[in-house]
């Protein structure tokens, strides 16, 4: 499924990984100022934030899986199939479709404080972008350099939770996933003492024997606890190198190796990718499953005043760098 | 600590994590056929195979972690404290240091075969390198394309184990560690159906829940089922480029994230370089923890027949590719 | 803290075990029909059903932590710290304080159908027994013969769940205990087959090894997930004495030892009685920390149209038979 | 399978499960001191110390199960299928069938310091008690007030290990058994702090919650890893009742409860037995899967100058307690 983080140095980071079996076409684009966002329901979002994220663009438009804006806010979308629940628009309210939640919050907030605040009155509907196309069951993290949200829309109704912890996974819903961190509460860093009885000589025999009892396996709330572990203790310099290199440690402890999560018959789901967007920046860094060197497209070297998607294919082929 | 593993697809490929809280100052050497190992206990070591691999090197000496000759052999030594022993020079033996055990067997032995025979006759004794220099305490994963041991220098003696699985990590001993995946036998990388009780309708929830119980902390023991797990279930293409890079998802499943593994005030181990040989063709990549970029020094382009090391300077600095 | 469980076989048994650092001076209490309840909020509850359990007798009234009624309905109250939570008195609604529920639940409905209906329009209030008494945070698990259902008040108001597994303990809230069961479907009581990899040969060294996983401690979600595993795999005999003595080993299960629990200096929660009622006979069995055989009190051979509370002592000390 | 355990207040507990699908005619046999005893490789024992445990007689012999002598000495044989391995007769060494090392050890030995220089010349061999009757493959558990140690006959030799924890399972060999104990370490009987991360806040929801990561199953190293946790960490009064109590509760942690470990169609391992000898005393209690009230068997009572096998059936019903 996916995993997304945020990390904070000197500068702000938010990205994820993708896992999936296959590949929709995914680039990097930058949606400048002026490019205009018809919505489904009437209106449009136009003279809005530039965002970069990346994204599958149809019929010119960027269906952003994750995605930062020019002011600093970050969101991403992850798979919550089964739990999430579209509604149908209902007058009075604005009525956001799943596919335009990034660019309608990303074009018109430059925090999570007014996203919370334009979010009162959205009611996310179950429109399809194309007829055909099935709608994606979603659920969302949002993020900025002071505070980090969790947007659910279940049955019962759309749930917005604090985010202390910075990442979000998929299934379950956001409470049963931090409620379960508390079984792993008595985890460390650093090796522990004998507890088990005082009267037995029992011994580190390795580093690293303080996290015994972290999941390793590829579900979506064993990665959830794992990453918030990984996250949770990072450590790094806070120059721009050393940051975004942690970062991808990070979501590199949630990656999901071909042949370890069978679908069916030759199925296997991957991390097709991971991201890492210095929010203060607008640099958008990312590898691929087959590339990992990182690579970066910086969204301040577009015009941002345009009116056009910018897009960027991936380098998917492994960048080996030869020294003779 | 470390991390070693084997991969095959059309080749054969060796490498392993390095992980330790500071470096001793690694490069990539090349040692041709003429360059002279001066053996501790008498003779010398001369005329023999080339090899290349991650070393330390002191007084023109290189101390080789891991390394694989031009015959397609690969060694590396991984830390095995409190268990390895080490013994006094015995007459009518071949007496080697454990410093020299990498050179002294991939310079006589082109397969595993003829490195059990050499082994038969070896007695591993404990002369540091330098007088003041602790003697590191290690075991060894030695393979080729067609079969892979471990050797372990106990205090009850040497131990030589078939390694069915072409992976090591430190401590327990191997047995112990092989005796133990016993207990992941029922872990699968499909999802797996509800065994609990045919009367209460349980969910898979998410992908990959086959895998759980699948330990995801970095102490040895943990590394080893997890590695092994990764190891055995990975598919890849066979190309060199896919092979390489499967493989570095495969040692990336036990990648030590700073902040994870606390030694003390301010100290942490981190895996400060990961490698993978390719040992058909000589060829060693690898990363470090700050360039997610593979580099790769390339053997043959060295003249195998000199007398002098060959030593290429890691390249640590994240190499970031700017798209725009 | 306390698990309950229900059992089934030719007749129907519900039982629980109570653990705490201290007894309050528990009895098996009889309350025949005419015993009569003064309710907190005005009228009184007389001319009841019967009813049987364990309960601390207070100013002549029957604080029952379990009990079931002449009809065959039980109820029982576990902890439920941090969770419960109980509203003020209502018009309009039936006022009920915790310490009231088990009655007037056990007096009024005959099934679980009976009790969905009554609890439509209560209103769980939270008046203490005596001023100084603290109120306790309770949920129910409420079972006849045909169906378990799970009744908590909390913040957010009433919760009435379907319990298929018929087993309760206490944190978190019965719909994560629910979820959580997922992560176990794979749990079974056969050993399982070999599915880590197809090329290594891994052993079932033992029997019992398809239960892996389960947990062991005695924390409150870990004992649900255990004694469900039990109960729903458990076999008997349909005798009376054969479904006793099974319903004992499946609470022994989840048995708290002294010592296994600390809740500070010299202060041990352990399981101070274990009860099972056969709901279909009014036979009330039960047997304590210290004294293993199994005690019982028949509620048909008390007077069920008294208007007294017939009351017995627990046999507390161990009943060892010598046998010579 | 089976478990053995240690326990000492005032007085020395020595007692284990018998965990089996079928039972073979078990008895309290009390071995009076004039019983003689043919050894297979010649010789007899006469004039012994008396003992008493939980035997199978077969022609006037008492197959011991578990046993302890009038001096205090205790010995339990337990599975060690596919480990154990016993010899051809070697001359010179004190040739002993597998079903004679009990009465052999407790027949001669007061101590265990004396059984350790009594095995000094001792050779386990193969020869099975009757013809057609599989050899049971075993290792044993021997104990006094003052020490315990684990006796195993392996491919490679025998080997005496001391056992430090006081309990016995079964697979894999105890060396594996007490190295796997280090895994655990950390669990504790209190509750822990938050260690995972000093910014979130996680919650101890439940008591207990500090032996979180103990495992549940009835799996021979999983049901070793909970009694050595239950066992060490055991309190109770030290009168013999309050003892007694105790020790059940112990072995109580590693009960098998009928369902939970199926072998095959309709076959089920379950504790088919429990006992407890106080060392001190020569009471044998025990109680049975169906028989939940402890019994004992006093040998004091009986004429030890005897020469013939007094023998007590167990008793297996349910005895419960009508208290109106």
Redesign the interface.
Known sequence: ?CTAATYKTKDFYFGRTLDYEISYGDQ?VITPRNYVFDLREGGQLKNHYAMIGMACVMENYPLYYDAVNEKGLGIAGLNFV?NASYKKPVEGKDNITQFELIPWILGKCATVKEARQLLKNMNLIDTPFLPDLPVAQLHWIIADKEECITLESLEEGMKIYDN??GVLT???PFN?QM????????????N??????E????????????????????????RF??V???K?????GDSE??S???F???L??V?????????GEDK??ITLYTSCCNTDKGIY?Y?T??????????MH??DLEGEKL?T?AP?K????????
Request: aromatic content about 12%; glycine content about 8%.
């Open positions: 499924m990097v089964g202390p912890v998929n299934n379950p049963y409620f379960n961190l508390n079984n792993y509460m008595q985890l460390a860093v650093e522990r003492s004998n507890t088990f009885s009267n037995l000589e029992l011994n580190q025999y390795s580093r690293g024997m303080g996290g015994m009892g972290l999941p390793g396996d590829l579900s979506s709330q064993s606890v794992r918030a572990f990984v949770m203790n990072s450590l790094s190198e050393e975004v290199s942690q991808f440690h990070i590199g402890s990656d999901q190796q071909r042949g370890c999560c069978k679908l296997y789901e860094y590898n499953y087959d590339n990992h060197q990182i690579s970066a497209v910086d070297k577009a910018y960027y380098i082929g492994e960048q080996i760098r030869m020294q003779n």
